[in-house]
């Protein structure tokens, strides 16, 4: 995730340090403690919970009933926090006592470089597992501290026919009853962040609170009351990390100016930061908690470039400032970026904050405002959607986590620190060479690779050097996070010249429509149409030569119809044979004897295939087994394991290793697994 630095950042860390304890003792101090805290990565006490059935009474924290799978936050009374899922959960509200049985799983870590991982996430909003088709009794009601929050959703729900689910956004931070079809939208113009409860919504309910408290009582008590009802807001939302650092953020200004300590906004975001991380360092896994206080931290420290006399200045300097300091964490999660964005937030925020957000506050206190408010909302989606549809830009990039990630901190950072007209535009010049050299790191990379994908099935990836070919053969089973097309784009990958599906089954082919959709696929060969694709013949992609074994099309089972090629790459001969059984394996040795190094076992390392008469007919050096971790089928079989073990040869796997990166470097190879060494 994004908390993650190689060891060769460790002495530029340090230099970082030494500048900042040189120029601010108080910040140098604060960022020693919490780097070192960081690198021996203190963790919450790991939870009790274990997979198996349960049964257990619980009180639902939040019930997110339109999701495309929906679900329940319940707490139990041994103070477990589960996501439960089942068909109809729509019945329950927060506060609701619940009696829940079913299974418990735990979420493995990600098997992918980088990829989206999904146990930290957990981790980083304290839910310690999961429960699948589970059976929700209710139970009589009894008081508990969510019924409020269940309350407020209820209330918008009952009270507001056509602005409920932009209500619950705004003002409970919840916005998965937004429309998928929109907010896809929202999230293309680049203003997603509109939608996260953060400080300037809480700033703008301030102000009114103010206005209205003024009215009601003066001093110290006013201040009592308003850090009371903040404190109801962080009950009633469940406390996300954006609206926690923005209501903690005013709590805290508020008590600074109150005793008069006299520590400047700056030093008041770095303690927040440090205390809650000290509370929950989990939170470092939380991308709306480490954006937050990014962008929070480097527009405070930009405040000198401000002028408050030219608003709309400001407000771009504003939105240009909050790009480009967002920009690796953006440009992380969707490998791409549209550079209009910067625009749009100057646009949408104006319009958010002097129109959408007063109307939603007066519509949730007078519903006769709920007429004006539906009227602005129509104007809003029809302006979202003219910029997703007209006026984006994407721009495929992804800044790598890590010593990317510093270095171009490292430059935002000179260029805003720059007085100098002339030396802010060269430091801007050099920070726009960088973006270029990672946009085209597929055309300057001198070293080839041969990747195999930590799927539900197959999935490998061929990558010549200099971006002069990549082959992609199977794709693996479609999942809800892309996994397969985020490694792709997260290597500025934006053409295949040849895909490969070796047969048509889920795990091999499933994936195919949402690579297609964002990667341009120049040629598809499948076992369906393999006679037309120069089967029987030497083809070359690059520096890969590959050779499609022809098979006679009288199988009736689909894995023997399976898609069977030799593929030479870097002076390493492959074999892929899909998920070839015995049957077509007793052919293949009757008609081929190819010579290769490393084999890719057949049907994920099942007993139906890899027999001793077919193992021994090759005899290769290195076999690769693609058999997720997570399997239903209890792949690979262990006695296919031993077969390749009685013959010395080098097994890899990704239920042990997860995905696994082959580098040819200079005639060397050097192999870098995900999940072990």
Request: aromatic share 12%; with cysteine.
């Amino acid at each position: 995730g994004y908390a993650s630095v190689y060891s060769s950042v460790y002495p530029l860390l340090v230099i970082c340090l030494m500048v900042m304890l040189k120029t601010n003792r108080l910040m140098g101090m604060t960022a020693l403690i919490f780097s070192l805290l960081f690198f021996l990565r203190i963790q919450l006490p790991v939870s009790s919970l274990a997979e198996g059935y349960i049964e257990t009474q619980a009180v639902v924290v939040k019930q997110e009933a339109h999701r495309t799978h929906p679900r329940l936050l319940v707490k139990t009374n041994d103070q477990h926090r589960l996501f439960v899922y089942d068909g109809d959960v729509s019945r329950f509200q927060a506060g609701d006592q619940v009696l829940i049985k079913g299974e418990v799983s735990l979420p493995s870590s990600s098997g992918f470089f980088q990829g989206f991982d999904y146990q930290a996430y957990l981790n980083s909003i304290r839910v310690d597992g999961l429960m699948y088709e589970a059976i929700i009794n209710p139970q009589p009601p009894s008081f508990n501290r969510h019924i409020l929050s269940g309350w407020f959703h209820q209330s918008i729900d009952a009270r507001f026919e056509h602005t409920a689910p932009y209500l619950k956004a705004f003002i409970l931070a919840d916005r998965h009853a937004l429309d998928e079809g929109v907010y896809e939208q929202v999230k293309t113009v680049g203003v997603a962040h509109l939608f996260a409860v953060s400080g300037m919504h809480v700033a703008l309910m301030i102000v009114g609170l103010n206005a209205v408290l003024s009215v009601l009582s003066r001093g110290w008590f006013k201040h009592l009351l308003l850090v009371v009802i903040l404190a109801t807001y962080l009950l009633i939302t469940g406390s996300p990390p954006s609206v926690l650092r923005a209501v903690m953020m005013v709590m805290l200004v508020m008590v600074n100016r109150a005793f008069k300590w006299q520590f400047d906004t700056v030093d008041l975001l770095v303690f927040l930061f440090a205390g809650l991380l000290l509370y929950h360092p989990d939170h470092m896994h939380h991308v709306g908690f480490v954006l937050s206080f990014t962008i929070s931290y480097g527009l405070l420290m930009s405040q000198h470039h401000f002028d408050q006399t030219k608003p709309l200045k400001t407000s771009i300097l504003v939105s240009c400032i909050s790009f480009f300091i967002g920009f690796p964490f953006i440009t992380d999660i969707n490998q791409a970026i549209n550079v209009l964005a910067v625009f749009h937030n100057v646009i949408f925020v104006f319009l958010l904050t002097t129109c959408i957000l007063p109307l939603a506050y007066l519509t949730f206190m007078f519903e006769i405002f709920e007429v004006w408010f539906q009227g602005a909302l129509l104007v809003f989606e029809r302006l979202i959607a003219f910029g997703a549809e007209n006026v984006s830009l994407m721009i495929p990039i992804h800044i790598k986590p890590g010593v990317v990630t510093v270095i171009y901190f490292v430059v935002l950072l000179s260029v805003l620190c720059a007085e100098k007209t002339v030396v802010k535009v060269k430091r801007a010049c050099m920070l726009c060479c960088l973006l270029m050299v990672i946009m085209l790191e597929p055309y300057l990379t001198p070293y080839a690779s041969f990747t195999m994908f930590d799927v539900q099935g197959d999935a490998f990836l061929f990558q010549d050097r200099h971006n002069r070919c990549n082959m992609l053969i199977d794709t693996g089973d479609a999942d809800d996070h892309g996994s397969v097309v985020r490694a792709l784009k997260s290597r500025h990958i934006t053409t295949l010249d040849v895909v490969f599906i070796t047969h048509r089954h889920a795990d091999h082919y499933r994936a195919y429509d949402q690579i297609a959709d964002q990667i341009k696929v120049k040629r598809l060969i499948t076992n369906d149409n393999q006679h037309t694709q120069g089967e029987g013949q030497w083809q070359t992609c690059g520096a890969i030569a590959y050779y499609i074994f022809p098979f006679d099309d009288g199988y009736t089972s689909e894995n023997n119809r399976s898609l069977m090629k030799k593929v030479v790459f870097e002076g390493v001969r492959f074999l892929f044979t899909g998920d070839a059984e015995r049957e077509r394996e007793v052919d293949f040795i009757g008609k081929y004897a190819p010579e290769i190094d490393w084999l890719k076992a057949a049907h994920h390392g099942s007993n139906t295939s890899s027999t001793d008469a077919f193992i021994d007919h090759l005899s290769p050096s290195r076999v690769f087994i693609p058999a997720h971790r997570n399997n239903r089928y209890g792949f690979p079989s262990t006695q296919v394991i031993e077969r390749y073990q009685a013959r010395d040869i080098q097994i890899t796997s990704t239920h042990e290793k997860g995905t696994v990166v082959e580098y040819f470097i200079f005639n060397r190879r050097i192999k870098k697994t995900a999940l072990s060494p």
